[in-house]
Antibody, heavy 115, light 106 residues
Framework: EVQLLQSGGGLVQPGGSLTVSCEAS????????MTWVRQAPGKGLEWVSV????????YYTDSVKGRFTISRDDSKNTLFLQMNSLRPEDTAIYFC????????WGQGILVTVSS | IQMTQSPSSLSASIGDRVTITCRAS??????LAWFQQKPGKAPKSLIY???TLQSGVPSKFSGSGSGTDFGLTISNLQPEDFAIYYC?????????FGQGTRLQIK
């Protein structure tokens, strides 16, 4: 059974940093691209970033370029999103997903950026 | 690539058949997925490659289209089908979602 278990959210002040994680099981993690999607309170889905299987290619939405870094540790079947210089508008539930088309999703984790 | 869904909201009755449309601002071949999201839950993948049903998704859901115009049809609506539906293009980066269609009980 494919499972994606997320951790690491919380409250952070504007300008601060936070890393969220997504531990995968039930499939060969290294074979799949992995995606981050976020959803601001009461809003729709917004794609954030993707990393290729093997980690040699990464892409970001414009609003997070230079501030967020996606990475993966295939030895630990874990995906990361390191978020720096956080802004109030980054407040959202962050979801990880398998593949570019996100056929499986994590449970979501709330990141709140507020003073 | 901008994805535009219509309608933004839709009221329907139990047993009805409804279609949600999604238009891409440029051609995306069939790199189109559909998701269902219920309150407080993660989205669930329904369809990928425009018309391929995800494993375990009932055949009451069907997808159609290619290029720029796509549709999601849901037959025989049941209470558990009332949710928000999103389309997504994964043809090119940045990947983009439609704004969502809220399906409500009439």
């Amino acid at each position: 059974e494919v499972q994606l278990l997320q951790s690491g959210g919380g409250l952070v002040q504007p300008g601060g940093s936070l890393t969220v994680s997504c531990e995968a099981s039930g499939f060969t993690f290294s074979n799949y691209a992995m995606t981050w999607v976020r959803q601001a309170p009461g809003k729709g889905l917004e794609w954030v970033s993707v990393i290729s299987g093997g980690g040699d290619a990464t892409y970001y939405t414009d609003s997070v370029k230079g501030r967020f870094t996606i990475s993966r540790d295939d030895s630990k079947n874990t995906l990361f999103l390191q978020m720096n210089s956080l802004r109030p508008e980054d407040t959202a539930i962050y979801f990880c997903g398998r593949g570019r088309a996100a056929d499986y999703w994590g449970q979501g984790i709330l990141v709140t950026v507020s003073s | 690539i901008q994805m535009t869904q219509s309608p933004s909201s839709l009221s329907a009755s139990i047993g009805d058949r409804v279609t949600i449309t999604c238009r891409a601002s440029q051609g995306i071949n069939n790199y189109l997925a559909w998701f269902q999201q219920k309150p407080g839950k993660a989205p669930k993948s329904l369809i990928y490659a425009a018309s391929t049903l995800q494993s375990g998704v009932p055949s009451k859901f069907s997808g159609s289209g290619s290029g720029t115009d796509f549709g999601l049809t849901i037959s025989n609506l049941q209470p558990e089908d009332f949710a928000i539906y999103y389309c997504q293009q994964y043809h090119s980066y940045p990947i983009t979602f439609g704004q969502g269609t809220r399906l409500q009980i009439k």
